[in-house]
């Protein structure tokens, strides 16, 4: 039986390292495109090749420590090893170097993301291209764009519910809030994921590469009505988006002179 449990756990890493490597070449493999999603950030690579590289880290020492483990459950099968166990103390030069690696392993990574929190974290654009408020609510997204003016809190200021649009190739400052509890602002494609919190205004920013319709989700468990809390990101040229920002106005506009004139009527 111990020789079984040994192939048996033997499996574990063959398994995992195998649908690792096809889930690695999905974009050929339609059905099993079980890996990250398409990337249309010029910043997602940074986060792609960290998480890689950790991955990396990672999955060495498990298939290591599951290759060890089905070994000694082989080497010291109780059916083929009749004697008694002998039991030591330890050895203070293995509990040395195993608290030594890991140490450096964690120092390593510490060092290797700096640059990617640097990127998507601190080095914000000088001269965004676009900004626009979020304000998560349960359960909903409310999305506010400055009018003409460039200026926020004015009167020409646009809003739009779930629907965020933004250029193309262009760098895209957020201002991210929250009206009641915690949610999480998260653009798969993009590898943008922040945590929206009540009284605080946080920045972030990403720069779309493609155009196209992508999810944008809320990745916290911010109540009975999370799992409905999504949005659309649309990525469109300038042109495009310039002139659905014009039917946005248009459209608010004339909500405005509908309200005023009943207002009036009244």
């Not at 605080?200 to 809320?218: E, H, N, Q, Y």
Request: some cysteine; glycine content about 6%; overall charge negative.
């Amino acid at each position: 039986m111990g020789k079984f449990w040994a192939l048996l756990f033997l499996l574990v890493p063959l398994l995992g390292t195998g649908l690792f490597l096809v889930a690695l070449d999905a974009d050929n493999r339609p059905l099993l495109n079980h890996w990250f999603p398409r990337d249309v950030s010029a910043y997602g690579h940074v986060i792609d090749g960290l998480f890689m590289t950790i991955l990396w880290l990672t999955g060495i020492v498990f298939i290591a420590t599951e290759v060890t483990l089905a070994w000694f459950i082989w080497r010291y099968d109780a059916q083929t090893n009749p004697d008694p166990p002998k039991f030591t103390h330890g050895s203070h030069n293995l509990e040395v170097i195993w608290t030594i690696l890991p140490a450096a392993i964690l120092l390593f990574i510490a060092i290797y993301q700096l640059n990617a929190w640097a990127e998507t974290r601190i080095r914000a654009p000088a001269d965004p291209g676009l900004e626009v408020e979020v304000t998560a609510r349960q359960f909903e997204w409310r999305l506010r764009y400055p009018g003409a003016d460039g200026k926020f809190d004015t009167a020409d200021d646009l809003y739009t519910v779930n629907d965020l649009h933004v250029p193309l190739e262009e760098d895209i400052l957020v201002q991210l809030k929250s009206e009641d509890v915690l949610h999480s602002f998260f653009l798969p494609n993009l590898r943008v994921k922040q945590d929206a919190v009540p009284g605080m205004k946080i920045p972030l920013w990403f720069r779309p590469t493609a155009t196209g319709s992508f999810d944008l989700v809320c990745a916290e468990l911010c109540g009975w009505g999370h799992y409905k809390m999504k949005g659309r990101l649309t990525v469109q040229s300038r042109e495009d988006f310039d002139r659905w920002r014009g039917q946005l106005r248009n459209a608010q506009n004339k909500t405005h002179l509908s309200e005023d004139s009943d207002e009036h009527d009244g």
